[in-house]
């Protein structure tokens, strides 16, 4: 378990240590770098993962399913719980997003590596892809829901890039289009680019504390994100028949502390950013413990 904990938790999480530090040196603000992750980085992530990503169809479309039912069913879960607890309109949107949406990126995709190597890595690019793709939009309904009513909330999701890379990465592998450099080449480097700053702005947000105002529903969020998604994952992967490295990368991805993107829609569209930000900082810091049990178990049981 020591093993697990300084070769995979720890390394992640003194990158997002650098964040917090320099923005509590120089007081920087999630605005700037929230907007170029979201219409920027995240997109292009997402298309070069597409592109390059090589594992088997049988196991692709696996993963593509389990990751996608396993983020519907808490979604489900977190709206069921925000209801029943009768929440207002706003923190219910609030609620949801802290606890349906893992971050699978900044956090899942580096400790995915570190802990199951290419395998992992290549399965966990999978993962992004399909969250990615459905996170932003289905987030940002979620989040305007909150606040708007009627047709906003949509309009504002369909607004989101990340959205559309898939059909362009999907036609361009369809057509076996060899994209000229002057283009894969950007669109690499932003790839690059989208984990390191992502990593930042978890540093960011975890230099601002937790407000325990609402500490039962950051309780029950919390357990849901960390635990409780854990246990989603397992029955959907062994209902699909994934088995193996892919699934235990689908289960640890999917028990992952709330994402950080989170924070930003909840700013972007006034939805109990305090709340999102408190869930955000606290399942992270959780994570430390739960996510070092969860691989050692997961090794142990399933390796």
């Known amino acids: 378990m020591l093993d697990v904990f300084l070769t995979v ?3 992640t999480f003194l990158v997002a240590a650098l964040g917090a530090t320099i923005q509590r040196w120089k007081v920087l603000s999630v605005s700037a770098l929230g907007p170029v992750a ?9 298309l070069n993962g597409l592109l390059t990503t090589e594992i088997p169809a049988a196991i692709s479309l696996r993963v593509v399913v389990s990751a996608f039912l396993a983020m519907m069913i808490m979604l489900g879960l977190a709206a069921l719980l ?19 949406f893992p971050n699978a990126g900044n956090m899942g995709i580096p400790i995915s590596f570190l802990a199951f190597g ?52 999907l036609t361009i592998r369809a057509t076996e289009w060899d994209m000229p450099l002057t283009f894969s080449q950007p669109i690499e480097m932003l790839a690059d ?22 500490w039962r529903s950051l309780a029950s969020s919390g357990f849901a994100r960390l635990i409780a998604s854990a246990g989603v994952a ?28 989170t924070t930003i829609l909840a700013t972007e569209f006034d939805t109990e950013p305090k709340f999102v ?12 413990g739960t996510l070092t049990v969860l691989i050692t178990l997961l090794r142990n049981l399933l390796g």
Request: glycine share 8%.
């Open 82 to 100: 925000s209801g029943l607890a009768q929440q207002p309109r706003s923190l219910q949107s609030g609620f949801t997003l802290a606890t349906g």
């Open 277 to 288: 930000t408190s869930a955000v900082v606290m399942s992270t810091l959780v994570s430390i």
């Open 38 to 46: 979201m219409y920027l980085l995240s997109p292009a992530l997402v």
């Open 193 to 214: 680019a989208t984990i390191p700053v992502m990593l930042i702005i978890l540093g960011f947000q975890l230099s601002q504390g937790i407000d325990w105002a609402r």
């Open 118 to 169: 290419d395998d992992g890595l290549a399965v966990a690019i999978i993962i992004f892809v399909v969250q990615g793709s459905l996170s932003w939009p289905v987030g940002i309904y979620v989040a305007a829901r909150g606040r708007a009513h009627g047709w906003a909330p949509l309009k504002a999701s369909l607004k989101i890039p990340t959205l559309y890379a898939v059909p362009v990465a």
């Open 234 to 261: 397992y029955l959907v992967t062994a209902m699909v028949g994934l088995d193996g490295v892919a699934q235990q990368t689908v289960i640890i991805v999917a028990a992952m502390p709330t994402a950080v993107f």
């Open 9 to 11: 938790i720890l390394p």
